[in-house]
């Protein structure tokens, strides 16, 4: 199985929530598991209808869609032939875990600084980083960093959710 990268933000995106935020291509869902982003059961879940076609690695999809649970240990072998990685959707991810879970974090905006370091530090990431200036005329502190997080998992969602879903509303969940 391909090696994962070593990450200092480390927590798993439950299917549940993926389903909700984005619809994964197959090297997504091979980058997400081999990441320990998600379990093997989740690849399962995911693999059952949030898996955008791409071409010869379909075949690869159902085939993970029909595992049973005694059948879990055959996810590594399946998941390298589904090898090409693309980290953009993971990172968009975990930062909107990060946003919609801030309660499970001692200090979220923490998390988010140590998931730019792990995916290299992305550009449009890092406007709303601790330890980086606001782009220009963007408003500072906290209440800036909170709007620049908010534009980003909206602008993403649209590329990673709405884009790949025919149909698809653009919220994931409604507020009461």
Known sequence: MSDPI???AKFRIPASFIVDWARLTPRELHYGYTNQWISSADVVEL?????????SKMGIV?????????????????MDQLID???????YLALAWVHENQEE??????????IFADFGYPQDVGEFVTF???????????PGLR????DYLEQNRSEFFLSRTPGARNYPREDT
Do not use: C, N
């Open 6 to 8: 070593e990450h200092t």
């Open 47 to 55: 693999a059952l209808g949030s898996i955008v076609p791409s071409g």
């Open 62 to 78: 159902e085939e993970i869609s029909l595992l049973l649970s005694d059948e879990l240990d055959r996810i590594p072998e399946l």
């Open 85 to 91: 990685r693309d980290d953009r959707v993971w990172t």
């Open 105 to 114: 974090f001692d200090d979220p905006f923490k998390t988010v600084d140590l």
């Open 132 to 142: 980086m200036p606001p782009p220009p005329g963007g408003v500072p502190g906290y």
């Open 147 to 150: 709007q620049r997080w908010k």
